[in-house]
């Protein structure tokens, strides 16, 4: 079985972890792959033969141009000279060659590159969260998908900032060699978790870690003590506040009441334990302070439009 082609697009401004990191996953996978031959070839191209990263460091190339192989996949990272890419007067000239690949890719807002080449009309996509209204704004023939970590669509995949190419790429290496290779790619790579494309890009901590600085070590004690009774009095009284004090400041500087907090973050407990271990959901329930099966299917049917038991078989197969 021949190579396949994975061609990564090298640029001034580009962002050396969404480059690394799926070339990593690739080298990876061609070390644990049962073959004899290496199951990828690889290599990193460019417009102009030496890129700069920033200064003092810069990327040696192979130049595209006439001369260079047919991709089967074609991988453009993001980074912050990924418009300047696009401006380029060489750009019809990558264009071309996303038109000869079996399988195009965008990490992070390289999904922008696709998108000017016209490869996104119609179809899912994703990017950097931050980098969503202008997606929109700029493509409004692209559906941006807001939240998940990487998407497929056709032939086209998109991921969302940074790391996720790592999972992006993950997916791909399983797509083509299968599901043990790639958590051997996982395992080599020191990776918590291999995370589903529908993951979402923030956990709840995070989001609520990032919409209140005053509240954090409420959040940080609450995911401590999930199995506890969580009661109103018993978080205003972790502030120093009065009942009524507490709920009004925290719905103010937060846009959601204590009690949804806590139900958001017994959730996001509960999904982490579903996909990281065998535990029975009486005892997933029981951790994350639910006190009984009945009701963690309950609530997180209604909150993620599956059943646990759903959630945990999807990830497995993912």
Request: hydrophobic share 40%; charged share 20%.
């Amino acid at each position: 079985m021949p190579s396949k082609s994975i061609q990564i697009v090298s640029y001034s401004g580009i962002s050396l972890l969404d480059l690394a990191g799926p070339l990593d996953v690739f080298l990876a996978a061609n070390m644990f792959a049962p073959s004899t031959r290496p199951p990828y070839s690889i290599s990193v191209i460019a417009l102009e033969e030496r890129t700069d990263v920033f200064s003092g460091l810069s990327l040696n190339t192979s130049l595209l141009d006439a001369e260079t192989p047919k991709p089967h996949t074609l991988v453009i990272p993001g980074g912050l000279g990924i418009h300047d890419l696009c401006k380029s007067p060489r750009f019809i000239e990558l264009v071309a060659h996303m038109n000869k690949a079996q399988r195009l890719v965008g990490v992070c807002i390289g999904t922008f590159a696709l998108a000017t080449a016209g490869k996104l009309k119609g179809l899912k996509a994703t990017t950097h969260w931050s980098a969503y209204d202008e997606l929109e704004q700029r493509f409004p023939d692209v559906s941006v998908q807001r939240g998940p970590i990487y998407i497929k669509d056709g032939n086209i995949w998109t991921s969302a900032g940074i790391t996720s190419g790592i999972d992006l790429a993950l997916s791909l290496v399983e797509q083509d060699l299968g599901h043990s290779v790639a958590l051997a790619v996982a395992r080599h790579l020191v990776m918590f978790l291999k995370r589903p494309g529908d993951q979402e890009q923030f956990s709840s901590s995070l989001k609520l870690q990032a919409e209140s600085s005053h509240f954090s070590d409420l959040h940080a004690w609450i995911t401590r003590n999930l199995d506890m009774d969580l009661s109103i009095s018993m978080l205003a009284n972790f502030m120093n506040m009065t009942e009524r004090t507490f709920i009004r400041k925290y719905t103010a500087e937060t846009g959601r009441t204590p009690k949804k907090m806590v139900e958001q973050l017994r959730l996001d407990a509960a999904r982490h334990l579903l996909v990281t271990s065998n535990r029975p959901l009486k005892e997933v329930a029981c951790k994350t302070g639910f006190n009984n099966e009945a009701t963690l299917i309950r609530r997180f049917t209604k909150a993620f439009g599956v059943t646990p038991k759903e959630h945990r078989e999807h990830f497995r197969a993912s």
